[in-house]
């Protein structure tokens, strides 16, 4: 009852709701100062080619190393920095953070492999979010093409109307897209002949379950059957186990991520593990 005790008597807060609202404030002056600070930084997990087993593509995800609370996982930060719009500078740090790693790769001789980065539509929505990607990518001197942003279905869904025509200028100048955790946004498929999507990639709750229970495997085949007949490169997320790697090879998944392969991992763990030389000799001097 908003009408509780004392002066005019409206108290907006619950002791409760007082107390989720100062940790929202104090996550909110954390995020700040972890910006300003430099305690974020990004691991790289790769995705592997059903073909020949090998890493090509990785996905950057981002880490926070807190001074006094150690590791904060992105569960539990980014959807306070979406509601606070921290998630704007932050979605910056990270567009560049990729951006010069790719460029450190490039200089160091690793045969090019594109990176994608996870965006919100929060900052696809900001002013000429598209010119701006390209931009930066002229900035670091990263090819369009080896980027991709990688959008939640259920944020794509319901703002439809607003990123349209910033993900047509982003895929037109060559960056590819592509739909995060898809099959839980519960959305009309017709959205996927609208938009220039290049990829689909499916949750790690139809991969898991998939070859166990029927019903979900049952979905999982069809969504990928689907992605592929559209001409989108289809990615299964989140595999753990051999089981799931052999239903995803008889469905004809093109690309793999997931534990099984490996977790996401420091830029130095990636290159020993998973890049390849590029071939070209650089000529000394
Ligand atoms: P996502 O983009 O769907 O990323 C996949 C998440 O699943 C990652 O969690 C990854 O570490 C985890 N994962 C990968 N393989 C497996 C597996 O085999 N089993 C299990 N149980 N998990 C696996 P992470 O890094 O905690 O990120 C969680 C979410 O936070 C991401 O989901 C993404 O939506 C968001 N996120 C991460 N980095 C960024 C970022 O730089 N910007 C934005 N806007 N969101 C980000
Ligand atoms: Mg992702
Ligand atoms: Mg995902
Ligand atoms: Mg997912």
Redesign the pocket.
């Known amino acids: 009852n908003a009408k509780a005790s004392g002066g005019n008597g409206y108290r907006f807060f619950t002791p409760e709701m007082n107390e989720a609202a100062v940790a929202r404030l104090s996550l909110e002056h954390s995020l700040r100062e972890a910006l300003e600070q430099g305690q974020f930084f990004l691991h790289y997990q790769p995705k592997i080619a059903m073909g020949d087993m090998k890493a090509v593509g990785v996905e950057a995800l981002i880490r926070w190393q807190h001074p006094e609370i150690g590791m904060i996982p992105p569960g539990k930060f980014i959807p306070v920095a979406e509601e606070t719009g921290l998630i704007v500078p932050l979605g910056e740090w990270v567009m560049r953070a990729a951006l010069a790693q790719i460029q450190d790769w490039r200089r160091r001789g690793f045969a090019p492999i594109p990176v994608a980065v996870?965006v919100s539509v929060r900052q696809i929505a900001t002013p000429m979010f598209g010119e701006r990607v390209f931009a930066l990518c002229q900035e670091y001197g990263v090819p369009p093409e080896l980027l991709e942003i990688?959008i939640?279905e259920t944020a794509m869904m319901s703002n439809l109307a607003y990123i349209a025509d910033t993900l047509n200028e982003i895929r037109g100048r060559g960056i590819r897209i592509a739909i995060?955790?898809f099959g839980t946004g519960y959305s009309s498929l017709s959205y996927l002949r609208r938009l220039p999507i290049t990829t689909l990639?499916v949750?790690?709750s139809f991969v898991s379950e998939a070859p166990t229970n029927a019903d979900t495997g049952a979905i999982a085949a069809t969504i990928i059957a689907m992605g592929r007949q559209l001409g989108l490169k289809v990615v299964a997320?989140?595999i753990e186990t051999e089981e799931q790697l052999e239903f995803l090879r008889l469905h004809h998944c093109d690309e793999l991520q997931g534990y099984f392969f490996s977790r996401p991992l420091p830029p130095g763990d990636l290159e020993t593990r998973f890049l390849q030389p590029d071939g070209v000799l650089e000529v000394a001097g």
Do not use: I, S, V
Request: charged share 70%.
């Open positions: 996870n990688e939640t995060d955790d990639k949750d790690r997320e989140g």
